[in-house]
């Protein structure tokens, strides 16, 4: 049995597409108590629905909604079963099974029926399988188009995204370069400025000279006279001024290693304006004369590259 309402049996029957057998009971009637010991609990009765997956659906005359039932399907006589299905989209009586109390007619009646009007389902189940097939496919191939796209839009993206990567690293390799060269520009335009400022180199006999060999990372060997008063500075200033030279370095003695006080001149020490002006920025660090760095006689220094 169906449970629910009389609607709800044809919306289940048309949804699953399957046969409806209404069944309207009247207590009034001869013939319903031999009809019910008889057919509807009879087990043929009940495997001839199975068999077909016939929807089975009664109620009694007395109540409002079987009543109103049996208007609408105008009963004439009792028993009375309806068989329903399918037609043109409409639920439509397709058999009346009236004043039959008897078992083996009645089976007999519902499969003819049943068997007449089962093509008519049968086309609309293929219908639906189609429809349903189609709306898959469709579905699939909408879900593979969005995919398709998904992957496309992914990969324009990342190459989007590489190519801003690359155009940065390109960006920040040329601004290294640029500030590099002029980072270097500057340190030559430095040392043409600076080659001015070295004293003249004392004389040979000047006891107030010391003689200093200086050599290059590159092996090339500086030869010079430094007054012992002055400045260290000046031995960072002849040495970063010859063309051989690094531009940021250190001097070191030999034997004992040890660096000398003082540095290579740096860009941080000067300002730069307009017309190749250089001025220098000067600090308050006292610089120790070449005597106070320890050197006095004939001295053999190394420059070390800070940059090598």
């Not at 200093?212 to 031995?235: A, D, Q």
Request: one cysteine or more; a negative charge; charged letters at 30%.
């Amino acid at each position: 049995f169906f449970v629910g309402n009389y609607n709800q049996a044809i919306d289940a029957a048309k949804r699953d597409l399957r046969f409806l057998l209404v069944y309207l009971h009247s207590d009034s009637h001869e013939d319903t108590d031999a009809f019910c010991q008889s057919v509807l609990i009879n087990q043929r009765f009940i495997d001839c629905l199975t068999e077909h997956n016939v929807l089975f659906w009664a109620s009694s005359v007395t109540y409002a909604e079987g009543y109103s039932v049996s208007q609408q399907l105008r009963e004439s006589s009792y028993p009375f079963l309806a068989l329903i299905a399918l037609k043109q989209n409409r639920m439509v009586v397709v058999r009346k099974l009236e004043g039959t109390a008897h078992l083996e007619p009645l089976i007999a009646q519902l499969r003819a029926s049943i068997e007449v009007n089962r093509s008519a389902l049968d086309t609309v189940r293929l219908e639906r399988e189609e429809r349903s097939m189609n709306q898959l496919l469709r579905q699939e191939q909408d879900r593979a188009f969005r995919d398709s796209l998904e992957v496309d839009r992914q990969k324009e993206r990342k190459k989007l995204e590489e190519k801003a990567r690359q155009d940065a690293e390109e960006e920040a390799k040329k601004r290294v370069e640029l500030e590099a060269n002029q980072r270097k520009e500057r340190l030559l335009q430095l040392r043409e400025e600076l080659v001015r400022e070295i004293p003249t180199e004392p004389q040979p006999n000047d006891t107030n000279a010391t003689h200093i060999v200086i050599k290059l990372p590159n092996g090339t060997r500086l030869e010079r006279r430094f007054l012992k008063t002055e400045s260290i500075r000046y031995l960072y200033y002849f040495v970063f001024c010859n063309n051989d030279s690094p531009l940021n370095f250190i001097i070191r003695t030999n034997l004992p290693t040890r660096d000398l006080p003082g540095r290579s001149p740096q860009l941080e020490d000067f300002t730069f304006g307009d017309n190749n002006t250089i001025t220098s920025v000067g600090t308050d660090t006292p610089e120790p004369t070449l005597l106070e760095a320890g050197l006095g006689g004939r001295e053999m220094l190394f420059v070390h590259d800070l940059e090598a």
